[in-house]
């Protein structure tokens, strides 16, 4: 408890083994209404990096949805280190790098924001709170779906943590046992499982209608 504590402080990923498996996986809202429709031609705007949430993007982009990845132009997705990688989950994708450490970089997101059907996030809320961006506000005015990822939820003591998919993993119980220890059992396993369990979500809601 204690190391998880002090590296949650320093803004490091660190999870204690199956800390949250009592938590629901994908929590559900409804914010408004809307008509019931397909996939199929919706605008998506993804803002997150590395692994889920672009996966999110890439099973939506292959439903033929239209699907725009933001990155940051000072701040590139993580995941360009591995380009083999980054083109598995983008090759269905249109992108577009905006100065998002400007004002005018950030009003050029919220104007995209309030154009599209869907939205993709991954980020911790301090971070869309320093754009300006209101994730209710935004589907109030126009998006049918904001899909969050997160490591420990969007709301409580553990909105802030960092996380990736194999601490991630082990915080919900997701590993192997041998000799009494706990083992990885796949890469960063968490973070294929939450895209497609999110990118399920969105279709199941868009067809359903409402706000989400």
């Known amino acids: 408890h204690d190391l998880v504590e002090r590296a949650s402080l320093l803004g490091l990923a660190c999870s204690a083994c199956g800390e949250t498996k009592d938590r629901t996986a994908a929590l559900v809202e409804r914010l408004g209404d809307s008509d019931a429709r397909g996939v199929r031609g919706l605008v998506v705007a993804n803002l997150g990096s590395l692994w889920a949430a672009p996966l999110v993007g890439d099973v939506l982009a292959r439903l033929g949805s239209r699907v725009i990845t933001v990155e940051s132009s000072s701040r590139p997705d993580g995941a360009r280190a591995t380009p083999a990688f980054f083109d ?27 154009k599209v059907d869907v939205v993709i996030e991954g980020s911790r809320p301090r971070a869309l709170q320093q754009m300006g961006i209101d994730a209710r506000a935004v589907v109030a005015d126009g998006a049918r779906v904001w899909v969050s990822v997160t490591a420990h939820g969007r709301d409580g003591a553990g909105a802030n943590r960092a996380g990736f998919g194999d601490d991630a993993a082990v915080a919900g119980g997701l590993v192997g ?36």
Request: charged share 20%; glycine share 10%; hydrophobic share 50%.
């Open 88 to 114: 598995a989950l983008h090759g269905n994708v249109e992108a577009v790098a905006l100065p998002l450490h400007t004002e005018s970089g950030r009003a050029a997101l919220r104007q995209l924001l309030a």
């Open 177 to 212: 046992w041998s000799e009494d220890a706990p083992r990885f059992i796949g890469d960063a396993i968490a973070d294929p499982l939450t895209g497609l369990l999110a990118a399920a979500s969105v279709v199941q809601l868009v067809e359903r209608g409402g706000r989400w």
